[in-house]
């Protein structure tokens, strides 16, 4: 982009361009990566709380006089309102920049959580359930943004690992969470514990994070000289941006779904993520059935038993240096531009640890099995997770370079349609297949998945050619 600026610059001295000083690679390693562990806790604060309802679920069925099933809706609203918030919120990081996106949702996700917190009745905690989902959804759309534009490519490996692991370690936060907290106050206090985390969150992001996108630093640049010289020729790119944001909001919306209905590859890739992260959230209602209903445990020991997945995702992200040397020997192979297919090594792995682990979790479910033997076996399934999420957007981003930030809006789109879908059946599910056979039916559907990465290491590039919107 700067050497693109000069050349331009050369023919039109107003043309503001990228110093040194304003570019955020510049900016001291300390300082990148504090950046980066903000935005990541908040990314993780925001999914925590999806899944921090799972808990409050008979507390708010009392409260408000209505069946559980109605109050599983606090999970499923909310991760609506994640999955259609990018669609919105990518546009508008493009023209006000990273962190203006991030103080107006995260201020409006800690107003409209008080509603939620103090709500008169159902309706009301659900409807601001759906708005705090949507308002924090700039972390699964913008976040990974602010990271590229910290690091270049040969170092952002590990903070982008670090980045993409904390929206799915905050599901599994939650449940501990909210389970100790139910287990000895009102389920209101769920809801207030969180207002605390939000506000300090807010703070962080105010104090630690730059702005780091480079056309709205270069805007920036052009008004203060506007400003100070008082002469109205200097202009940055961004000034002469063709079309309105609303015309780039309404590309953002169709062109997703433009993707997924006529690019098969990326309609199978997107679909068994949303599989797994489908089963993910249908574990809040599956391990109380278990663990509750066949082990006795309270609701504080329920939500401790998440951290076997928990502990799956984080031996995962451990082996994060293992891959970038991966990655190295192929690129080599490959002169420095390694076909996308190689990203999705790592998800071969994922496939087959997260059928095992499911597989395994269902046939531990049986009374007389000791209690850490399901436990132990979320632990594989929590790495797969891991495994299969990493690759998948690695590959869409590279694979669907002209429309990555498409590819990954369609992503999360179909990701949080299945995740609001699966928990609202779960308990009808083990009712009738009872822990054993509905476990394992979710293992024979991650396994029927499983062969796709696979399948599109041999072919995925003869798909590419034939593709109107993949990279060639």
Known sequence: MPALQNAEASEDPHLVVLEPEDNPQNMSLFRRWLAVLVISSAALCVTCASSIAAFTEQGAAQTFHVSREVTVLGISLFVTGLGAGPLLVGPLSEVYGR?????????????????????????VFLTFRLITGFCGSAFLSVAGGSVSDMFPNLTIANPMAVYTMSPFIGPVVGPMISG??????????????????IFAEFLMLVMFVPET?????????ARRLRKSTGDPNFFAPLDRREGSIASAILISCYTPFQLVLFDRMALLLDSWNALVLGILYLAFQAFPIIFEGVHGFNMQMTGLTFIGIGLGMLSAICTQPFWNRLFAREAAKYNGDPPPETRLIMGQVGAILVPMGLFWLAFTTYPQVHWIAPVIASIPFGSGIYFVFTSTFTYLVTAYRPIAASAMASNSALRSAFAAAFPLFAGAMYDRLGTVGATALLAGLATIMAPLPFIFYRIGARLRKNSRFAAH
């Open 99 to 123: 962190n203006t996106v991030y103080r107006i949702s995260y201020a409006l996700f800690f107003i409209f959580t008080f509603p939620v917190a103090f709500a008169p009745n159902v309706g």
């Open 180 to 197: 100790f907290i139910n287990q000895n106050l009102y389920w209101e206090w769920t809801y207030r514990v969180q207002l605390c985390w």
């Open 213 to 221: 996108y480079v056309p709205v630093i270069l805007n920036k640049k």
